[in-house]
């Protein structure tokens, strides 16, 4: 087999593996996490069946940041879920994460690509259909429709999908799709059923009183 073809099967093999770790999406908050431990949270939620984490972390220290990075890493490299750093590809390289998420005003994609190799994760957010075509031109990992529903986990975001927003975006995108925004038990289900690939959830994880239990209800919930 030349190289040309191992490089597509390698490819397509990412993408298949991606498209399974986006079911259930983890991103942290810590002003919704009622003062717990962020560690705490990620070890739960992945024991209820995340199978991604992004931490996202706006307001502590780059030295804080990379220390609170380094605690959670072992504990999803032993559930074998990948590690996203939001925003800050420089804490992503230090601790050597599993990848990186961007939104359109972070960090150029191609910047980003070159700086983490091939082999990392990158996802971007997609905050109107115009973006979502866009993306198509770039060989990211996957991309995250934003927001699917209004939330108060984020104000500063475009107007809503809605289900037939987020239905046309995934058939548009040629990458692995994962909804966001107003994600939970009432509407996983029919988010799922507009063939997006996974959901990203904050507070409806964050926040639970019992976050392993909430991320089993969500995946109940969205009958998967």
């Excluded at 800050?88 to 939104?103: C, E, K």
């Excluded at 037939?164 to 994600?183: C, F, N, Q, W, Y």
């Excluded at 392993?212 to 919930?221: F, G, I, P, W, Y």
């Amino acid at each position: 087999m030349d190289i040309y073809k191992t490089l597509i099967i390698s490819n397509m093999q990412k993408t298949e593996r991606i498209r399974d770790q986006l079911r259930l999406y983890l991103v942290t908050d810590r002003p919704l996490s009622l003062g717990r431990d962020i560690e705490w949270i990620v070890s739960e939620a992945v024991r209820g069946g995340a199978t991604m984490v992004q931490l996202r972390e706006k307001e502590i220290d780059t030295r804080e940041f990379i220390e609170l990075a380094l605690r959670i890493k072992p504990i999803l490299q032993k559930a074998g879920v990948p590690l996203i750093i939001n925003d800050r590809v420089d804490v992503a390289l230090a601790v050597d994460a599993d990848g990186v998420h961007i939104g359109q005003s972070d960090m150029p994609y191609e910047m980003a690509r070159r700086l983490l190799g091939s082999d990392k994760i990158i996802g971007l957010s997609a905050e109107n259909m115009e973006q979502v075509l866009e993306a198509n031109a770039l060989d990211i990992d996957y991309l995250a429709i934003s927001p699917v529903y209004s939330t108060a986990t984020k104000t500063d975001t475009a107007p809503p999908f809605g289900l037939d927003g987020l239905r046309e975006a995934v058939r548009l995108s040629k990458h692995p799709t994962v909804a966001i925004g107003g994600m939970n038990q009432k509407t996983v289900a029919g988010v799922f059923a507009t063939g997006v690939d996974g959901i990203a959830v904050v507070s409806a994880i964050c926040s639970a009183p019992d976050p392993a239990a909430s991320s089993r209800e969500l995946l109940k919930s969205a009958r998967l």
